[in-house]
């Protein structure tokens, strides 16, 4: 090249850069509208290569306006280049790039150019978390069997939850998104900012760091802690429900039956006719009447039950018979004819005295002379005596036949004989019982240093109310009352003749008759009608109870002359007089109240056994129940109600602003991001290793220059 065509070349190009710097001055354009083009095009011929560039260099702002230098790069062209490249026209090249008119953003972010997704994504986490809702108050309290959905009702309540979260979430990022432009848009502030608003759109992570940038003291930390606390949204929700299993009513409880008895007619108790047989003197009034001799002959089952209340080893009571297929059952209360027993302690009115002589103690023999002092202890009508020295059996081997007595007992028929039933009106028998200490027995203690006990205990005929319930098959029943009430019109004279009140009177209204004895009508007992409302009963209950003739006569004799005996010892004694097994029982018993309870309890449940009457129950099922724990549903219903409130401040304060949405879209980050200037400063800063100094200390502001909303570093 010929150094003619190099003068005119930079000729050329010098006059070119004159144009640029009168298009500046006249134009109208704006110092950053030149500064933003960093190359110019120029237009060569394809046949030749240019490889000088030209660069325009950042322009520098004041206050009061910019300049713009353009300095172009030359490289020695190659000996064969043809005429240098020439710029494209004005209206081809830089028209498009200068022009000030603003056009809308093109938003192409797949979250779209409005806030569409983000309130159908509000309405779904809404409607999500209130379908969720409506279900647990539905399923709380019932039967897991009634869920007859294919879903599992905890893979329903999980599957809401990811939807009513994940669409939360969804809209929360993007408001968290835009608050980095509306935060700018109202504010000049450290570029950092930026870079906290946008990382706080990306999780929990950057929102942990805004709220600390933030220090909690401003309305976007809202959005920041839901996003935080939505990570405990579904594993709260797993907590919401709960199975537990409860023992419910089944619906078929028609075959959940416990016996109970109203009237019974057992034994047999009979007269030898209709005719007066015999004729009974009355003592002290030595008043005569005839009577009719009777006989009688005790149910077997009224002898077992008897027998098995006082001889079993087994502490445990018998349970009577019932029904119960599904193996928990309850009862409502009801009331049943029982024998009762009560026990008192005679200790206090004990009496001791003593006396020398020979065979004076209860089971002297006349094979042996014993002599020496005896102490003899004492209730009325009953005592046991014993030599105060220890003395050896002359009758060893013999143990049944000692000298020595441990208990002695004796039963008694009427009630103005006892010391402290004498207003038992249902009485079949009392005993009296006086038992000395285990240790008088096994020579540790002297006759007259030996503590004895004193009691008196009787059975009655009663009427119980229950409270029963079968658990895992087991029966429990409780007695929540007893009465003894009878009723004087019943258990009287067929005949009404005048010699069975004579009789009725010398015998004081006793059950009990020793070989004569009048046709009756049945006894009945009655629950008073104050009891019903005292003891809250149901007022169906059973209230009257009838026991016949048969029953009262046959199981009063065999009580009083065949288990029972009016004087027992323990041991029997080497007369052979007393050989009742009972006074063992009694012996041998470490609660004479708790075996006379069971003796009761036994022959009542032999009663209500035998009886025609059954008392219906509800059978329960176990069945598991579903339970909502409400407390576990405060955080997703916090959650969600700060995310809505967060969300649509977002999106007014969007609309306020008059910006678009841009939410997290990086093209528009792109596009929108810092002026040339600003961007030349990090630059700058980045090279010379003080850039996060740099971006903490420079505060910028989002403006509109001319060609659209850009952060330009604020002048001081």
């Known amino acids: 090249m010929t150094p003619n065509r190099l003068d005119e070349m930079e000729s050329d190009l010098s006059s070119r850069e004159d144009g640029f710097h009168l298009l500046n001055a006249g134009g109208g354009l704006s110092s950053p509208s030149i500064s933003s083009i960093s190359t110019i095009q120029i237009a060569y011929p394809f046949d030749h290569q240019y490889e000088g560039l030209s660069q325009i260099h950042p322009s520098r702002h004041t206050r ?127 570029l950092i900012a930026f870079d906290r608003f946008d990382d706080a759109s990306r999780g929990p992570w950057g929102s942990l760091w805004l709220i600390i940038w933030l220090r909690g003291a401003h309305w976007v930390t809202i959005g920041a802690v839901v996003t935080i606390i939505l990570m405990g949204f579904e594993p709260f929700l797993q907590a919401v429900i709960s199975f537990s299993g409860q023992k419910d009513i089944c619906v078929d409880s028609s075959r959940t039956q416990l016996g109970r008895c109203e009237a019974l007619d057992v034994g047999s108790y009979t007269g030898a006719g209709s005719n007066p047989t015999t004729t009974k003197t009355l003592t002290p009034t030595n008043l005569s009447i005839s009577v009719e001799l009777y006989a009688s002959l005790p149910d077997l089952g009224i002898i077992s039950s008897f027998n098995d209340g006082f001889y079993s080893s087994n502490d445990a009571k018998h349970t009577t018979a019932f029904t119960c297929p599904t193996a928990n059952c309850t009862w409502p209360i009801f009331t049943s004819l029982a024998i009762c027993s009560a026990c008192n302690d005679m200790t206090s009115r004990l009496k001791r005295r003593k006396a020398y002589g020979t065979n004076l103690g209860t089971l002297s ?88 006990s004193a009691t008196e205990c009787a059975l009655y005929f009663c009427v119980n109310a229950y409270e029963s319930v079968v658990e895992n098959g087991i029966l429990t029943e409780r007695i929540l009352a007893s009465w003894a009430e009878r009723d004087f019109v019943s258990y009287r004279d067929s005949d009404e003749g005048n010699e069975f009140e004579i009789y009725e009177s010398w015998n004081h209204n006793s059950l009990y008759s020793a070989e004569i004895d009048f046709r009756r009508s049945d006894l009945e007992l009655f629950i008073p009608d104050e009891s019903i409302r005292n003891y809250d009963l149901p007022e169906n209950v059973t209230r009257r109870f009838r026991l016949t003739e048969n029953t009262v006569g046959s199981t009063v004799r065999f009580v009083n002359e065949q288990l029972l005996s009016e004087y027992m010892t323990w041991p029997f004694g080497s007369e052979m007089k007393v050989m009742s097994p009972i006074s063992q029982a009694l012996y041998q018993s470490e609660n004479i109240s708790a075996t006379f309870d069971k003796v009761a309890w036994t022959v009542s449940n032999w009663m209500r056994g035998v009886s025609n009457v059954t008392n219906p129950g509800v059978g329960q099922e176990w069945i598991i129940h579903i339970h909502v724990q409400w407390p576990y549903m405060i955080l997703p219903l916090l959650t969600t109600f700060l995310g809505l409130l967060f969300s649509m401040w977002s999106i007014i304060e969007t609309r306020r602003l008059h910006l678009d949405p841009w939410k997290t879209d990086m093209i528009a980050t792109l596009t929108l991001s810092v002026d040339a200037e600003t961007r030349a400063q990090l630059r700058h800063a980045d090279r010379n290793g ?22 330009r570093t604020k002048q001081s």
């Open 64 to 190: 009061k306006g910019s300049t713009t230098s353009l300095a172009l790069s030359r490289k020695p062209l190659p000996p064969t280049a043809s005429s240098p490249p020439t710029l494209l026209s004005q209206h081809s090249a830089e028209a498009p790039l200068l022009s000030s008119s603003r056009s809308k953003h093109q938003i192409i972010s797949t979250r779209g150019s409005n806030w569409n997704w983000e309130v159908g994504a509000l309405v779904l986490s809404f409607t999500a978390l209130i379908t969720l809702l409506v279900i647990l108050i539905y399923v709380d309290g019932r039967p897991l069997d009634q869920w007859k959905s294919t879903l599992s009702l905890n893979t329903l309540v999980s599957g809401l939850g990811a939807v009513s979260r994940t669409s939360l979430g969804f809209a929360i990022s993007s408001c968290l998104g835009q608050v980095k432009w509306n935060w700018f848009k109202k504010r000049p502030d450290n």
């Open 690 to 711: 003080y850039l996060e100094k740099a971006v903490k200390t420079m505060t910028v502001t989002f403006e509109d220059s001319g060609c659209g909303l850009e952060l």
């Open 365 to 452: 023999t006349n094979t042996v002379q014993i002599g020496g002092n005896y102490t003899t202890i004492a209730l009325p009508g009953l005592n046991i005596t014993n030599l105060d020295s220890k003395v050896e059996n002359p009758m060893k081997g013999q143990a049944l036949f000692s000298i020595s007595a441990y208990l002695t007992a004796t039963r008694l028929t009427d009630s103005q004989s006892t010391l402290s039933f004498q207003h038992l009106d249902t009485m079949i028998t009392a005993v009296d019982i006086l038992k000395a200490a285990a240790g008088y027995e096994t020579k540790q203690l002297r006759w007259d240093e030996t503590p004895v």
